[in-house]
């Protein structure tokens, strides 16, 4: 009997439909065992790494004492009388535009650091205040101590600041040139010991810079000084 094609259409359909039914049933159960065996295994979430300090503890230290010894330069050029030279007074000026960029620069750093501006240890980074590159002056001022509250190398004590103030002419200008070339000369004596201390990054190249820009300062302060009998 011939069979129509209508019917031997139905017939292959219902074929398909008997094929399809198993393998969908064998890949939702495939599916759920996946998802069964994801749910009893624990979540593991991959750890991410801590992240890279900005700033090491070497450069953290000479940083926050940096930035104190740079305020006090500020402080000594307030102090020092309004009578006082103009080419000092100019020289004064320069230095106080100097070390207030510079101020900006370690503020910054020490702000992406989150770590505070001041130095809870100041100067334990810097290990040896007698370290063999200073020279004469420097190691005088890094090892003379101002009084027990100054640790760091040149700074002035508070009875050298009230003298800055009370002091006018050419008395103000003669105090205040050795007052600033032994401040330049200690941290110059600190800029020096972080180049020696650190492998690279921006704090070695401000350390250097540091030294570079002092130097040329404490020359000048040298020659006003002679003029003035001040030594030099």
């Known amino acids: ?21 198993p393998g969908a049933a064998l890949s939702s159960l495939a599916l759920l065992l996946l998802v069964l065996g994801a749910a009893g295994r624990p979540l593991v979430i991959g750890e991410n790494p801590a992240p890279t300090p900005v700033l090491d503890a070497t450069e953290i230290g000479f940083t926050q004492d940096m930035l104190a010894h740079h305020q006090q330069a500020l402080i000594l050029v307030q102090r020092l009388s309004p009578d006082a030279d103009p080419t000092v007074r100019r020289l004064a000026q ?35 205040p007698s370290d063999s590159t200073m020279t004469g002056h420097e190691h005088q001022a890094a090892t003379t101590a101002v009084s027990p509250a100054t ?14 103030s009370a002091a006018s002419g050419r008395d103000a200008e003669t105090l205040f040139l050795q007052l600033m070339q ?4 200690g941290g110059v004596a600190m800029a020096r010991a972080a180049d020696a201390l650190l492998t690279g990054g921006p704090v070695k ?10 130097g ?17």
């Open 216 to 232: 040329q300062e404490i020359g000048v302060i040298g020659l006003l000084l002679t003029q003035r009998g001040g030594l030099g």
């Open 182 to 185: 032994r401040h330049h000369y």
């Open 151 to 164: 640790t760091m190398p040149g700074m002035a004590g508070l009875a050298e600041l009230d003298a800055l």
């Open 205 to 214: 190249t401000a350390a250097r810079d540091m030294v570079g820009t002092q």
């Open 1 to 21: 009997m011939t069979t129509s094609p209508a019917l031997r259409d139905r017939r292959a359909a219902a074929t398909a439909r008997r094929r399809w039914i």
């Open 94 to 128: 320069q230095i106080a535009d100097s070390q207030r960029t510079e101020i900006g620069m370690l503020m910054g750093w020490l702000r992406l650091a989150a770590t505070a501006p001041t130095n809870p240890h100041p100067m334990a980074w810097m290990h040896d």
